[in-house]
C-alpha cells in the first residue's frame, strides 16, 4: 500500500534555517511519494487509509551517510586508539574473518536487523573486499526494505595479506562482476568503494575510474580524517598538493561522479574549495572523530562554505547505528570546536543537526529527507510517552529531548519509499 495518511506530530525540515512542526496534523503518501503536510485533510485524501498516530511524533526517515557493517561486531573496543593503529589492531582483523560465509551470514543478519529497527532509512555502507559477502550483505538490505548503497571494499597496498587483492587485474575483475550481478536490486544499489588513498595504489584508483565512467557508479571513501594519514598521503602521493586531488586526477570527486567523502576533519582551503565546487558530499562523523583522537570537522565552515553535509554513525569507530547520537554529538563537538579553537565558528543547533540527519544526506539519493511535496515518502514514528517527565513540553523540546537520549527503542512504525516496514503498535 503507497496511498495513505499518516496522524500526528510532524516534524520535518525544508532547510538548515527552516525547521517546520505540524501539531496533530497530517502527512499524506501517494504512490510512494510526499503529497504535503496539512492541518486540516483535504477532502480529497479522506478516502485514504489512515495511520492514527495522534500526538506520537513523525519524522522523515534519518540518513546514515558512512557506515561499515562488517564492523558492527567490534563496536566499543579499541577506543584509545588513533586511526591507524586502530585500523591494524581492531578493523583488519575483523574484515578478515568475511572471507568466511558462514561468519559473514552471522555477523550480517546481526547488523541488518539493528539497522531496520534503528531510525535510519538510507544508508550508505561499506563492505568488505570479499565479494560473496558483499553481495550477502546487499541481499540481506534489501529484503530488510532499508534503501542503501552497498559497496565492495577495493585494497591493494598498505593491508594485511589476507584483505589485499591478489592483482589489480583480479580486483578489477572481481569488483566488475560484483557490479554486474548486484544492479537489478530494487532497494540496493553498488557503489564504488576505494577504502582509501594509502591502501589503494595508482594502477588500481586508474582502473576503478575505468569502471565508475562505465558503469556511472557513485563512489564513497574517506579524507582528511587524521593528521598522521595526510601526511602519509603526501609521501604515496607526490604530485599531488592535497589528499582530495589523490582522488580528482582519477575523476573520482564529484563533479559527474557523485561522491561521499567521510570526515574531512582537516580540510584546508583548497580542498574546501574542490569540495565546494565538484559538489562533494561530506559525511560528519563526529563520535568516530572523538574516539580516535582525529579532532573536531569545522562544519560550520562547510555549511557556510554552501557544501553538502551529512551525518554518519561511521561503526565501529563510531559506537552505535543511533543517527539520533551522531546528532548530539555534532552539537557538542562543535560547541567545543567554538569554545576551544575558533570563536567565529558558531555551534551548531539541534534544528541544523536534524536537518544534516535528514533532507541534508538524503539528497545524495535524490528528494529524500523532507515531508516537502514530491519527495520520496520516509518517515519513523516514535513513542515518547515511557519518558516520564512532571512539566508541560512542546512538541520541538519533546523532539529534541528524543535526540539527546537516542531514543531508538521507542521507535513504533517506520516507512520507506511508501512501504510500512513495521509497526510495533496501533
Known amino acids: 500500500m503507497k496511498n495513505y495518511v499518516i496522524k500526528g506530530n510532524v516534524c520535518y525540515s525544508k532547510s538548515k534555517d527552516e525547521f517546520c512542526i505540524v501539531e496533530n496534523g497530517y502527512v499524506v503518501c501517494e504512490n510512494g511519494y510526499c503529497a504535503g503536510v496539512y492541518r486540516k485533510l483535504p ?3 479522506e478516502t485514504f487509509p489512515n495511520y492514527d498516530y495522534t500526538d506520537k511524533i513523525i519524522i522523515p526517515g534519518l540518513v546514515d551517510l558512512h557506515v561499515h557493517a562488517p564492523q558492527y561486531s567490534f563496536r566499543g573496543m579499541g577506543m584509545d586508539l588513533e586511526l591507524i593503529e586502530w585500523l591494524n589492531t581492531h578493523t583488519f582483523v575483523e574484515e578478515a574473518k568475511y572471507s568466511d560465509m558462514e561468519y559473514a551470514n552471522r555477523a550480517y543478519d546481526i547488523f541488518t536487523e539493528d539497522l531496520l529497527n534503528s531510525a535510519t532509512t ?38 594485511p595479506d589476507s584483505l589485499c587483492e591478489q592483482s589489480v587485474e583480479q580486483a578489477v575483475c572481481d569488483t566488475e562482476q560484483w557490479i554486474v550481478e548486484n544492479r537489478e536490486f530494487e532497494n540496493v544499489k553498488p ?5 582509501f588513498i ?3 595504489s595508482d594502477k588500481l584508483m586508474e582502473n576503478l575510474s575505468v569502471l565508475q565512467k562505465k558503469y556511472h557508479l557513485p563512489v564513497q571513501s574517506h579524507l582528511s580524517e587524521n593528521l598522521g594519514e595526510i601526511q602519509w598521503v603526501k609521501e604515496l602521493c607526490p604530485d599531488t598538493s592535497f589528499y582530495g586531488e589523490a582522488y580528482d586526477k582519477y575523476d573520482m570527486f564529484g563533479n559527474e561522479c557523485p561522491t561521499i567523502m567521510a570526515h574531512c576533519v ?21 563520535e568516530s572523530n ?9 562544519i560550520r565552515a562547510y555549511l557556510n562554505h554552501g557544501i553538502k553535509v551529512g551525518l554518519g554513525s561511521d561503526i565501529a569507530a563510531g559506537s552505535t547505528l543511533s543517527i539520533f547520537k551522531a546528532m548530539t554529538m555534532a552539537v ?3 560547541k567545543l570546536r567554538w569554545r576551544l ?8 543547533t539541534v534544528s541544523e543537526v536534524f536537518y544534516l540527519a535528514t533532507k541534508g544526506g538524503g539528497e545524495f539519493f535524490g528528494k529524500v529527507g523532507s515531508f516537502e511535496k514530491g519527495y520520496e515518502f520516509d518517515a519513523v514514528v516514535i513513542e515518547d510517552a515511557s519518558i516520564k517527565y512532571p512539566q508541560t513540553l512542546s512538541v520541538k523540546e519533546r523532539l529534541e529531548r528524543l535526540i539527546y537520549l537516542a531514543e531508538d527503542r521507542n521507535i513504533i512504525a517506520k516507512f520507506v519509499n511508501g512501504k510500512n516496514l513495521f509497526e510495533k503498535i496501533k
Open 191 to 195: 557503489i564504488l568503494t576505494p577504502r
Open 332 to 334: 557538542q563537538c562543535s
Open 122 to 159: 538510507r544508508a550508505c555502507i561499506f563492505g568488505t573486499v570479499h565479494p560473496q559477502a558483499t553481495s550477502l550483505l546487499m541481499k540481506k538490505i534489501e529484503d530488510s526494505g532499508i534503501r542503501a548503497y552497498v559497496g565492495k571494499v577495493n585494497m591493494d597496498r598498505n593491508s
Open 43 to 45: 477532502e480529497c485524501y
Open 198 to 200: 594509502p591502501t589503494c
Open 341 to 348: 579553537v575558533d570563536k567565529s565558528l558558531a555551534p551548531l
Open 266 to 286: 582537516h580540510s584546508h582551503i583548497d580542498e574546501i574549495n574542490l569540495i565546494k565546487n565538484q559538489n562533494v558530499f561530506i559525511a560528519h562523523c563526529p
Open 290 to 298: 572523538t574516539n580516535l583522537s582525529s579532532g573536531i570537522a569545522p
